[in-house]
């Protein structure tokens, strides 16, 4: 979708989030041919164990969107309103059940060849759905952070993420670990739920493919409750077949050290737990239902959008991206990174420091992961509406 420039008006991209396998636009005509091929091209002079955080993918392998995007789109596309839910639960391990399938419903499927756009300094992306609105920015560029709040004042929940991934070339694989903590609080009930993020895999050979893996911790402070889930994907021999985005855990009481559920199913279609006392398997999560025939964003008000919006920032490169206009995609590419290096010298001349616009960030007490604060109270509606 694309909003043009008027006198007063910035140039809007934005395009279908992400849904189940089939219905968004990562397989779509405008992706570049022979992806496979242009990408060991691309690797063959990388060592494995490389750092590739500040690696320059050429537009062949990009789709059209922000990683700044990519994030938000988790927490306000959905065809269900899951917070509610959460709020809503008659009690804490209702509440606690909601929260683990929410956390699930933001895996999202990838499509191998290709990645989102690194968010320069200082990029923003600011939705609403519905009475949630949410805003994240770009905290820092080295190491990249990417930072979240969304808050929903008549649910009275508030939402604070901060992330930094880090890819490493395997060889045969690309790891994309997610560091970082999501809080999601739930005010009413003066509940915090502290949470990971599991971490993309990258297959390249033998069979090429992308996959959610590795270990989330959910964990409410105030009840006690904790949920394990563990995110595989089984392949047979040589990489064919075998069961994929299996996502297998437990929830504990963990002031009793009680197993009270028993979490299995798959990410991507259906969650179920079992109750360890009485047996009973419900259904606590289904894919087709959350993020299917999920629909672009709409602006409402283009006057307002910031010139720091992600869908702003990228809109000349998604364009030529969708319309397989390579070279201009190159260029566009370029005035945005040649933009982003200028800012940066002019500021280091200067001896300016880059202080974020809308939270405050930190390091962990144990200095290895970052942390933010949002400056703000509530997050205002923007001018970009999710359906």
């Given at each position: 979708m694309e909003v043009p420039k008027g006198k007063n008006e910035t140039k809007i991209?934005?395009?279908?989030?992400?849904?189940?396998?089939?219905?968004?636009?990562?397989?779509?005509?405008?992706?570049?041919?022979?992806?496979?091929?242009?990408?060991?091209?691309?690797?063959?002079?990388?060592?494995?164990?490389?750092?590739?955080?500040?690696?320059?993918?050429?537009?062949?392998?990009?789709?059209?969107?922000?990683?700044?995007?990519?994030?938000?789109?988790?927490?306000?596309?959905?065809?269900?309103?899951?917070?509610?839910?959460?709020?809503?639960?008659?009690?804490p391990i209702d509440r606690f059940t909601s929260v683990v399938a929410w956390s699930i419903s933001t895996t999202r499927p990838a499509s191998f060849g290709v990645a989102p756009y690194n968010p320069t300094l200082g990029e923003t992306h600011h939705v609403s759905k519905g009475n949630l609105n949410v805003l994240l920015e770009q905290v820092?560029?080295?190491?990249?952070?990417?930072?979240?709040?969304?808050?929903?004042?008549?649910?009275?929940?508030?939402?604070?993420?901060?992330?930094?991934?880090?890819?490493?070339?395997?060889?045969?694989?690309?790891?994309?670990?997610?560091?970082?903590?999501?809080?999601?609080?739930?005010q009413n009930h003066r509940e915090t739920y502290e949470m990971n993020s599991?971490?993309?895999?990258?297959?390249?050979?033998?069979?090429?493919?992308?996959?959610?893996?590795?270990?989330?911790?959910?964990?409410?402070?105030?009840?006690?409750?904790e949920a394990e889930l563990s995110y595989t994907s089984s392949r047979s021999f040589l990489g064919v077949g075998g069961n994929r985005k299996l996502i297998k855990g437990k929830i504990v009481d963990t002031s009793l050290f009680k197993v009270l559920y028993e979490v299995d199913g798959h990410w991507d279609r259906i969650v179920k737990v079992k109750d360890t006392n009485s047996g009973e398997i419900r259904v606590i999560y289904d894919a087709k239902e959350v993020i299917s025939g999920l629909k672009v964003p709409i602006v409402k008000d283009a006057k307002s959008v910031w010139t720091t919006e992600s869908a702003h920032v990228w809109s000349e490169l998604s364009e030529a991206i969708m319309s397989k206009e390579w070279e201009k995609a190159k260029e566009a590419k370029e005035r945005?990174?040649?933009?982003?290096?200028?800012?940066?010298?002019?500021?280091?001349?200067?001896?300016?420091?880059?202080?974020?616009?809308?939270?405050?960030?930190?390091h962990s007490k144990d200095r290895l992961e970052w942390n933010c604060s949002p400056i703000q109270k509530l997050v205002p509606p923007a001018p970009i509406i999710a359906p």
């Amino acid at each position: 979708m694309e909003v043009p420039k008027g006198k007063n008006e910035t140039k809007i991209v934005l395009t279908k989030p992400f849904s189940l396998e089939g219905e968004s636009d990562l397989d779509p005509s405008y992706r570049a041919p022979n992806l496979l091929s242009r990408l060991l091209s691309l690797l063959k002079n990388v060592r494995p164990g490389s750092d590739l955080t500040n690696f320059q993918l050429p537009p062949l392998f990009n789709f059209p969107k922000s990683q700044l995007q990519c994030y938000g789109e988790s927490v306000y596309c959905t065809s269900e309103n899951l917070l509610s839910k959460c709020n809503s639960g008659e009690g804490p391990i209702d509440r606690f059940t909601s929260v683990v399938a929410w956390s699930i419903s933001t895996t999202r499927p990838a499509s191998f060849g290709v990645a989102p756009y690194n968010p320069t300094l200082g990029e923003t992306h600011h939705v609403s759905k519905g009475n949630l609105n949410v805003l994240l920015e770009q905290v820092s560029l080295d190491p990249p952070v990417s930072a979240l709040h969304a808050t929903d004042e008549k649910e009275n929940i508030e939402m604070i993420w901060c992330q930094q991934t880090a890819p490493k070339f395997r060889g045969t694989s690309i790891e994309a670990r997610v560091h970082g903590k999501r809080l999601l609080k739930l005010q009413n009930h003066r509940e915090t739920y502290e949470m990971n993020s599991p971490h993309l895999s990258i297959r390249i050979l033998p069979v090429p493919g992308v996959d959610w893996v590795g270990n989330v911790t959910i964990r409410c402070l105030e009840t006690g409750l904790e949920a394990e889930l563990s995110y595989t994907s089984s392949r047979s021999f040589l990489g064919v077949g075998g069961n994929r985005k299996l996502i297998k855990g437990k929830i504990v009481d963990t002031s009793l050290f009680k197993v009270l559920y028993e979490v299995d199913g798959h990410w991507d279609r259906i969650v179920k737990v079992k109750d360890t006392n009485s047996g009973e398997i419900r259904v606590i999560y289904d894919a087709k239902e959350v993020i299917s025939g999920l629909k672009v964003p709409i602006v409402k008000d283009a006057k307002s959008v910031w010139t720091t919006e992600s869908a702003h920032v990228w809109s000349e490169l998604s364009e030529a991206i969708m319309s397989k206009e390579w070279e201009k995609a190159k260029e566009a590419k370029e005035r945005v990174e040649e933009r982003q290096r200028k800012i940066l010298r002019e500021r280091d001349i200067k001896g300016e420091s880059w202080i974020p616009k809308n939270f405050i960030l930190y390091h962990s007490k144990d200095r290895l992961e970052w942390n933010c604060s949002p400056i703000q109270k509530l997050v205002p509606p923007a001018p970009i509406i999710a359906p």
